[in-house]
């Protein structure tokens, strides 16, 4: 075989064209043959465009980092929507929802079902679009079934995208109101303590109060009272450690309100999002039912059926020859 060239590999397919052609045509023919006994199956296809944004109250309520909820969504975005078609969990409730243990045939039966999972898993295909979308195809051997399934599956995908935002959001509120009650809870406490202490001592202003002194005193030094001087004094002296505590009270108040306002404001944000049914992909194109097949490729199929059986004619004819070849020199050797 090492012998061959250009020219005897020329005078090798003169010699055997008519051999060849007719595997060539013989194999096309039943390659064809075999073809049609080939389901047809038709395509449906979705079109997504990823949304950027998926919480509301980061988009509309935030001054500092407000995104627009209208962008259109990454790269990012968009293999995150592939990765979700392609879960077990929104096919296994596809095939259970269309029942399709029954359109393919199948025994109600534990290997069965994990079949239809696995039969539809390979009827469909996602993959991203060439701008930054994502494609869901689905084939069936009805038309109609693989666009009720594709739009199900988008169904579908919303919904598990908003099963795994509200997941989210219940652990984010149970935290939010366990701080929130629990700063509620040190506010009432300082202002039970505040109320008993300023009711005590009848001082509610400690720095007004403390200023009233400081002019009287001033008024009977100004005036030379000993006596009154002495007496405001000993008031001062009596009163100066629960003044001190009653604004240090109400400082420590006043930072528990505003820690407590913003609490507030995690918390609202929290519930709109939780709340919010914002769409968190766009559809830019819902599947319909094709009638016109889309595989298999019969014509693709009969020219790489036939090329392969000329092929290997092809080869058996150059071994068959090869072999002739060396035989008949050793006869004349011997």
Known sequence: MN????????????????????????????????????????????????????????????EGDRLDPYMFGTEKDSEYILEMLSSWQIIEQTAKHFNLREHYGLKDTPLDNEKMVLKLKKNIKVK?????GAKLKVWDKDPQYACNIANYMTEQLQVLRHR????????????????????KKEIMILTDSLHRLQEQTNMYYPHSYNDRFAQELSKQVAAGNTAAIERLESKMKQRNEKSSLIALLLIDLEQKSKTMQTWDEHYQQAIMDYNSQIPVDFVAQYATPSYKKDKPKRSLIVILAALACTLIAAEVLVVREKYFNTEANDEQNA
Do not use: W
Not at 24 to 31: R, T
């Open 3 to 62: 012998t061959f060239n250009f020219g005897k590999t020329m005078q090798f397919f003169r010699r055997h064209f008519k051999f060849l052609c007719a595997v060539f045509i013989i194999s096309g023919i039943v390659a064809a043959g075999l073809s049609l006994l080939l389901p047809n199956y038709y395509k449906s296809e979705v079109l997504f465009l990823p949304s950027e944004v998926n919480a509301l109250s980061k988009s509309i309520i935030n």
């Open 128 to 132: 991203r679009s060439d701008f930054l």
């Open 164 to 183: 795994m935002k509200q997941a989210k959001a219940d652990s984010i509120l149970t935290c939010l109101s366990a701080s929130r009650d629990s700063v």
